[in-house]
């Protein structure tokens, strides 16, 4: 079973960059689709992207040319780098391990973007 811890986030003003680290630990990192998810005061849990393990990597339209996710599986970390910040994209961001029969949640970073 794997376990994920994230690190980064805080508060950052409007145009910033930032970013958010997931390390994984427990089970074979390379089997699983790594992604990252956010939900804001009110909404539901939204994907901001993810990553397969061989890499492709797919992005929710809001944040498509300003986020990139990456992954080391030497170091069973994936990341997220964001670019340009939006107050909007303010948020606890999660990140999200899936293969066949497993879901599993980090404890979610906020990231606050100041206007």
């Known amino acids: 079973q794997v376990q994920l811890v994230e690190s980064g986030g805080g508060l950052v003003q409007a145009g910033g960059s930032s970013r958010l680290s997931c390390v994984a630990s427990?089970?074979?990192?390379?089997?699983?689709?790594m992604g990252w998810y956010r939900q804001a005061p009110g909404k539901q849990r939204e994907l901001v992207a993810s990553?397969?393990?061989?890499?492709?990597?797919n992005y929710a339209d809001p944040v498509k040319g300003r986020f990139t996710i990456s992954r080391d599986n030497t170091k069973n970390t994936v990341y997220l780098e964001m670019n340009s910040l939006k107050p909007e994209d303010t948020a606890v961001y999660y990140c999200?391990?899936?293969?066949?029969?497993?879901?599993?949640w980090g404890q979610g970073t906020q990231v606050t973007v100041s206007s």
């Open positions: 999200n391990a899936q293969t066949v029969g497993v879901l599993t």
């Open positions: 427990g089970s074979i990192f390379g089997i699983y689709v």
């Open positions: 990553m397969a393990p061989a890499g492709r990597a």
